[in-house]
């Protein structure tokens, strides 16, 4: 017997929006934030190989499926399994002649394949979110705005 899937939708979301005001819009900025982040992979910076091509696939942030992604991690991962392994068998040493793939290291390769897989497979509510996410910055009180500014300038100083 085929199980009928849950199709209904809730409206408690769209009923509740009403009882909010300006003053919960940090908050609610913080959730869509946080969920995007989540949904990124947990990464939240810019890729570390932006404007580099990965031989075969090109860059990497542009690359619109997952199939692709898994092919570029599996060539950036054999390339420096064999790399080590030859190195090994030249006696040369890894800590003097690392691993590197247009200027970028097996590492910071695999995070960005790995944080652009997790933005594929979320395209749909990734672009919801950030939509949503635009909209709260727009109506954030004057005061809101700049404590966010602050945070941030904060965060540049503490660098």
């Known amino acids: 017997m085929k199980k009928k899937a ?13 009882k909010y005001t300006q003053e919960n819009i940090p908050a609610m900025l913080a959730a869509v934030t946080a ?9 939240p910076k810019e890729a570390t190989t932006k404007g580099k091509d990965l031989p075969g696939f090109g860059e990497i942030t542009s690359i619109k499926t997952v199939q692709e992604l898994v092919q570029a991690h599996s060539s950036v991962t054999n390339k420096a399994r064999v790399y ?47 939509k949503t996410k635009a909209l709260l910055e727009a109506n954030l009180s004057a005061e809101a ?12 100083i503490a660098e």
């Open 84 to 130: 080590r392994e030859s190195a090994e068998i030249l006696d040369i040493p890894l800590k003097k002649y690392p691993f590197k793939l247009n200027g970028c290291s097996e590492e910071q390769w695999v995070a960005d394949i790995t944080s652009t897989i997790a933005i594929v497979k979320n395209k749909v509510e990734l672009d919801k979110l950030t």
């Open 145 to 156: 705005k700049l404590a966010e500014d602050l945070k941030k300038i904060a965060a540049l």
């Open 35 to 43: 969920k995007i982040t989540l949904l990124k992979g947990g990464i």
């Open 6 to 18: 849950n199709t209904s939708v809730s409206t408690e979301t769209a009923t509740d929006l009403s």
